[in-house]
């Protein structure tokens, strides 16, 4: 077939025929792929941004597990100073007991459930005698009850209480009626399966404790 300005042009099939179409196909193929996993690939960054931002503690839950500085100057022979919420939100006691109450303590007990303190994730090692403290005059425990985490009430007098007659001295839980002796160590048939814990904890002075650090970790 010829035009009007003389030249042969090829017919429409030839032309059609002449361009590769499967290359087209390919590339734009190729293309889309590409396209494709790059969007991918940026929603799995964007994604994972905060999942690894989670890995982080926040500044509160750094706060929480930051040791904590207690002055007991002013802490009577006798006394508790508490309940403190000053380590990882957990009531600290801190107690000065009479060398009356140190020499009762190390007196065996056949009414406690664990007077050995041998359960070792209740304290530590420095703790794991008839005290359970550093200074047998200061007791440091967490002022929760090993039962349902209730706060026992401190009951420090050598006195008949209507909770027990025979009443040594040491903790009161009104909530189960769980008991503790001058040492936070739990008698025998009540709820409160465990001794109150000790915490981790160092003197700096005779007068400031350090919760949350010991001789070791400090």
Not at 92 to 104: A, C, D, G, K, Q
Request: net charge negative; charged share 20%.
């Amino acid at each position: 077939m010829s035009h009007g300005d003389g030249i042969a042009q090829p017919p429409a099939e030839q032309l059609a025929g002449s361009i590769d179409t499967g290359s087209i196909n390919k590339q734009r193929r190729y293309f889309l792929i590409g396209a494709t996993a790059v969007v991918g690939a940026a929603g799995v960054v964007g994604a994972a941004v905060p999942f690894v931002a989670s890995w982080s503690p926040s500044a509160k839950a750094r706060a929480l597990g930051a040791p904590a500085t207690i002055d007991i100057s002013k802490l009577q022979t006798g006394e508790m100073l508490g309940p403190t919420p000053a380590w990882r939100g957990q009531p600290i006691f801190v107690l000065s007991r009479t060398p009356e109450s140190v020499e009762t303590l190390k007196v065996a007990n056949d009414n406690l459930a664990d007077p050995e303190s041998t359960n070792p994730e209740q304290q530590p090692a420095f703790a794991q005698n008839a005290w359970r403290s550093l200074r047998p005059e200061i007791g440091i425990y967490v002022g929760l009850c090993t039962h349902l985490g209730c706060s026992p009430k401190y009951y420090g007098k050598v006195q008949p209480e209507p909770f027990d007659p025979d009443w040594k001295g040491g903790f009161f839980c009104p909530c189960h009626g769980s008991r503790f002796d001058l040492a936070g160590r739990v008698v025998k048939s009540v709820p409160a399966p465990d001794n109150l814990p000790v915490p981790p904890y160092r003197f700096v002075s005779d007068t400031v404790v350090v919760i949350g650090e010991d001789e070791e970790t400090a």
